[in-house]
T-cell receptor, first 112, second 115 residues
Framework: DAKTTQPPSMDCAEGRAANLPCNHS???????VYWYRQIHSQGPQYIIH???NNETNEMASLIITEDRKSSTLILPHATLRDTAVYYC?????????????FGGGTRLMVKP | DAGVTQSPTHLIKTRGQQVTLRCSPK?????VSWYQQALGQGPQFIFQ???????QRGNFPDRFSGHQFPNYSSELNVNALLLGDSALYLC??????????????FGPGTRLTVL
């Protein structure tokens, strides 16, 4: 699986959009971009994933650049409960195993 | 619908001892993966079980072993505990349907402290 690079930490004001970047310049054509988050003392939680088109669900939006070398996770109206470590992962879907390779992630602090 | 459950929540052991951690997957899921998360780091993949067999393994020594039962629940065993085994151990489950999102559901973890 391709390696990802994320800023170690970010701050965001409550109610504002949080934009979390991820670089994955060595991504292969069959690798998807996944985002998970981990709130303190809990297990990671799936947020969203995509291949090349932008994706949106009830939690967030995922914007993937046309060359697929980077992406941005957008939390449109961040709340204090969105304070967590956010992990960007690239991997092939549906291969023999579906292990996740976590990096260091971005620690997002949402402030009042 | 219960999610992924793990037991115990916390555990304290001494060096050289053995420990068994347990995981029940989310209803409808048949694949279980185990991860180790040291303090301040991202989770690291240990191994994955499907159809009661180990299917994938990360870079962990043989002291780490596992088992999956016919009801899809799983155990993680660690022998000859070292201080460095102190970590949060996470279990994740997923359905084995190819072509789906492969979204994994994580349990709350077991916090193991080795003294």
């Amino acid at each position: 699986d391709a390696k990802t690079t994320q800023p170690p930490s970010m701050d965001c004001a409550e109610g504002r959009a949080a934009n979390l970047p991820c670089n994955h310049s060595t991504i292969s054509g069959n690798e998807y971009v996944y985002w998970y988050r981990q709130i303190h003392s809990q297990g990671p939680q799936y947020i969203i994933h995509g291949l090349k088109n932008n994706e949106t669900n009830e939690m967030a939006s995922l914007i993937i650049t046309e060359d697929r070398k980077s992406s941005t996770l957008i939390l449109p109206h961040a709340t204090l409960r969105d304070t967590a470590v956010y992990y960007c992962i690239v991997r092939v879907v549906g291969n023999a195993g579906n292990m996740l390779t976590f990096g260091g992630g971005t620690r997002l602090m949402v402030k009042p | 619908d219960a999610g992924v459950t793990q037991s115990p929540t916390h555990l304290i052991k001494t060096r050289g001892q053995q420990v068994t951690l347990r995981c029940s997957p989310k209803s409808g899921h048949d694949t279980v993966s185990w991860y180790q998360q040291a303090l301040g780091q991202g989770p690291q993949f240990i191994f994955q079980y499907y159809e009661e067999e180990e299917r994938q393994r990360g870079n962990f020594p043989d002291r780490f072993s596992g088992h999956q039962f016919p009801n899809y629940s799983s155990e993680l065993n660690v022998n000859a505990l070292l201080l460095g085994d102190s970590a949060l151990y996470l279990c994740a489950s997923s359905p084995r349907n190819r072509g789906r999102s492969d979204e994994q559901f994580f349990g709350p973890g077991t916090r193991l402290t080795v003294l």
